[in-house]
């Protein structure tokens, strides 16, 4: 059979997309037709690109770099420019070296410093210790292409020790800085001479305003880091990290209460340190005395600050010192009083400044409560014991109408009944060659000598033989002006009776100020330590940017 064939009628949509297809197809032709008789008129300048790279094959450039802070870094990676080494200014490029912390999140560093803008680097790396990454940025000038390449650094303190100078400096008139000195002779166990300046504004990115007034490291732990360094200016006191001298302490942060004038005269330490809890820290400022007593301990820090001001009826004006190393129990502090020429006291965690016993002038060389003399400058020295012990004298030079004396005074074994406290009073004028200009002194404390600058010239005073004083040493320019003299040792009794201070009683610094060209240094010589005399076979010499008011040991377990 044959069946019909049935023809089905299209869908209205499917009508409607085969029209709409129908038209777009003529529409394509037409463009079509329009674009072949178009005449391009565009005007285009293909060229190739200034392909920059760099490359430390064969450039003796490590893969990580380790070093010390204040090391000089030098990398010398190589550049292509269109595939031609780089090796001088003639390809249109920036160099931009920078330094920032391999480490991110919680307390890292988001500082970026840039240390250089060559193409080799050459630059003293002076971050404190961390981990960084220092890299390179070759900017292409013509395209504003960068390309980029870095390095990890591992960056080490060496501030565990040393000998600390603080000057003025020349270039910041009015404002104090720190340098640092390490050599075999001020820091135990090393083989190398290194020394670093204007640490604190280096380190902190700001000025230390004021003039230096003294640099004191305070040993309060015996654990590395747990201690700070006192830096006091006429303007202000900081305290500064001993291991990367790095603020830790505004003058506010030294005080329960701080005082409403901030005007520091003097900082010092009260006590041998011995004994844990019985010593001090000092401050006279704008005219009163505070101290901190704190204890020392074999891994705490100091938790402890500065209390209430000693007071008293008819005090004057307190000459900037204090007895730093007396047997504490014994006294809380002692001063002196310069508008009434007297010593006074506080008893051990007392306030309160108090007069002495009267004094047996059959016993006593002066009477430390009416002294007739005004405060020049002070040392402490060779007293009833050496060691640990540490009981020394006080040595003050003193002056009445233009004439000069050496006050000693014994606060180290006495209590203040006792009646004759002043053990020796000795006329300079007629012994001392310039002791009328002397603006600096040092006493032994193993020998019956001390150390005074005047001029370009240091003058060694043996104060028991009644001999002229004789000349130590000269500057070896006639225009450097002596302006400081310290003789290496240290307060804390233990610290210094055990070997820890290097070279302690053998080596005096001697730093200088030539006013011409604005340039100080500082001279380390070895001395003996009975007699004062020079070892002028070898020395240190170092240049400071400035005139050098303090020096001091840096405290550092060794």
């Known amino acids: 059979m044959i069946l019909p064939i049935t023809h089905r009628a299209l869908r209205p949509q499917a009508k409607t997309s085969y029209h709409l297809y129908f038209i777009f197809s003529i529409l394509y032709l037409v463009c079509l037709a329009f674009t072949a008789c178009y005449d391009d008129q565009g005007n285009y300048d293909y060229r190739e690109l200034d392909v920059v790279a760099i490359d430390t094959t064969d450039a003796g450039i490590q893969a990580e770099y380790a070093i010390m802070r204040f090391d000089t870094l030098v990398l010398e990676p190589k550049v292509y420019f269109r595939g031609e080494e780089v090796h001088a200014d003639e390809a249109p490029l920036d160099y931009v070296w920078t330094i920032f912390s391999a480490t991110s999140g919680s307390g890292a560093s988001a500082v970026i410093d840039t240390i250089g803008t060559d193409r080799c680097l050459n630059a003293v790396i002076s971050r404190t210790g961390g981990n960084y990454l220092v890299q390179l940025t070759v900017r292409n000038r013509n395209d504003g292409i960068r390309q980029f390449w870095r390095v990890p650094v591992a960056v080490s303190e060496v501030f565990d020790g040393g000998w600390m100078v603080f000057y003025e400096r020349t270039d910041q008139p009015g404002y104090s800085d720190l340098a640092l000195i390490y050599n075999p002779w001020t820091k135990l166990n090393v083989n190398y001479n290194r020394y670093y300046t204007n640490l604190y504004e280096t380190t902190n990115g700001e000025l230390l305003q004021g003039h230096p007034i003294r640099c004191l490291d305070i040993a309060v732990s015996l654990a590395s880091g747990n201690n700070y360094v006192g830096l006091c200016t006429d303007y202000t006191l900081v305290g500064v990290s001993e291991n990367g001298i790095l603020k830790a302490l505004e003058f506010n942060d030294f005080f329960h209460e701080p005082p409403t004038t901030m005007h520091p005269t003097w900082y010092g330490q009260h006590g041998s340190g011995v004994m844990s809890g019985q010593s001090s820290e000092v401050l006279i400022n704008n005219n009163q005395i505070f101290t901190n007593t704190y204890s020392f301990s074999a891994t705490e820090g100091r938790a402890t600050k500065f209390g209430v001001p000693k007071f008293a009826d008819g005090i004057g004006e307190l000459a900037p010192w204090n007895a730093e190393i007396p047997q504490t129990l ?201 007699s004062g005399i020079l070892t002028t076979d070898r020395h240190y010499e170092y240049p400071i940017p400035g005139r050098v008011k303090d020096m001091a040991w840096k405290f550092s377990m060794q």
């Open 330 to 530: 014994n006294y809380g502090i002692v001063v002196y009083d310069n508008t009434f020429h007297r010593f006074r006291y506080a008893a051990y965690n007392s306030a309160l400044l108090e007069e002495f016993a009267p004094q047996d002038p059959t016993f006593a060389a002066f009477d430390i409560n009416d002294t007739g003399l005004d405060f020049v400058m002070a040392d402490w020295g060779k007293g009833t014991s050496q060691g640990v012990g540490l009981r020394p004298f006080d040595y003050i030079i003193m002056q009445r109408a233009g004439e000069r004396f050496l006050a000693v005074t014994n606060f180290s074994s006495t209590y203040p009944s006792d009646t004759n406290i002043g053990v020796g009073l000795y006329p300079m004028n007629t012994l001392c060659p310039g002791i009328s200009d002397a603006t600096t002194m040092s006493a032994s404390h193993v020998g019956s000598f001390i150390y005074y600058g005047a001029g370009n010239k240091v003058y060694a005073f043996a104060y028991d033989s009644r001999q002229p004083a004789t000349v130590a040493w000269t500057a070896p320019n006639e225009d450097e002006e002596v302006t400081c003299v310290r003789i290496m040792k240290y307060y804390h009794g233990t610290i210094y009776g055990y070997g820890m201070v290097p070279t302690s009683d053998r080596l005096v610094h001697i730093a200088t100020y030539n006013r011409t060209t604005r340039q100080g240094r500082v001279y380390q010589y070895l001395i003996n330590p009975a």
